[in-house]
């Protein structure tokens, strides 16, 4: 069984740049849910997919968005990146109605200069 | 809304002392309660759940009881080791709307040998 992977591992930006995060989820899993966790804090809910479409958001601009593909697996695009935005971006599978257990990839490490 | 409040850190601990994070927690209905384990440089790690009250979680020597009383959900551990140095993270799932995670900020726990 494959777990949740996630790329790029680390990426560097530039204030104002476009970046996309993407997210492999594990076999069998229909949900995604994306979470940004900022250095020494608990990860924070951006918004969650369901069979591609979007299933809850938290609260985060429009500048970050999200796709789900009919395979299950996610992107996360965040336009006009902000220093703030510098975080683990973390996503998690799951599935949808089975008592809410979401299993975690690495993650992907943004810093934005 | 819901929220989860976790005592604050860092803790450090001898090794084969006893390990009592506390974790308390405010939600609609009847969530459920997870602990999350983050190593260094690693993402995040189910370590156990409970899922209606009364409830006890556990795994690799960790425990946790879901106390609707006291809306708590303590982590304790009879004997550390220093591979149990990590983040910890309390979490709950409510059960209306979607199943997105709410984390509380971590505690960062040190083991010495």
């Known amino acids: 069984e494959t777990g949740v992977t996630q790329s790029p591992t680390h990426l560097i930006k530039t204030r104002g740049q476009q970046v996309t995060l993407r997210c492999s989820s594990q076999?069998?899993?229909?949900?995604v849910s994306w979470y940004q966790q900022a250095l020494g804090q608990g990860p924070q809910f951006i918004f969650q997919y369901y069979r591609e479409e979007e299933n809850g958001r938290g609260n985060f601009p429009p500048r970050f968005s999200g796709l789900q593909f009919p395979n299950y697996s996610s992107e996360l695009n965040v336009n006009a990146l902000e220093l703030d935005d510098s975080a683990l971006y973390l996503c998690?599978?799951?599935?949808?109605?089975?008592?809410?257990?979401?299993?975690f990839g690495p993650g992907t490490r943004l810093t934005v200069t | 809304g819901n929220s989860v409040t976790q005592m604050e850190g860092p803790v450090t601990l001898s090794e084969e002392a006893f390990l009592t994070i506390n974790c308390t927690y405010t939600a609609t209905g009847y969530p459920s309660l997870f602990w999350y384990v983050q190593y260094p440089g690693e993402g995040l790690q189910l370590l156990l759940k409970?899922?209606?009250?009364?409830d006890k979680g556990s795994n690799k020597g960790f425990e946790a009881t879901y106390r609707k009383e006291t809306t708590s959900f303590h982590l304790e551990k009879g004997s550390v080791q220093v591979s149990d140095s990590a983040v910890y993270f309390c979490a709950l799932i409510s059960n209306f709307g979607n199943e997105k995670l709410t984390f509380g900020t971590g505690t960062r726990l040190t083991i010495i040998p």
């Open positions: 076999s069998g899993h229909n949900t």
């Open positions: 409970a899922t209606k009250a009364d």
């Open positions: 998690a599978s799951s599935l949808q109605l089975a008592g809410g257990e979401q299993y």
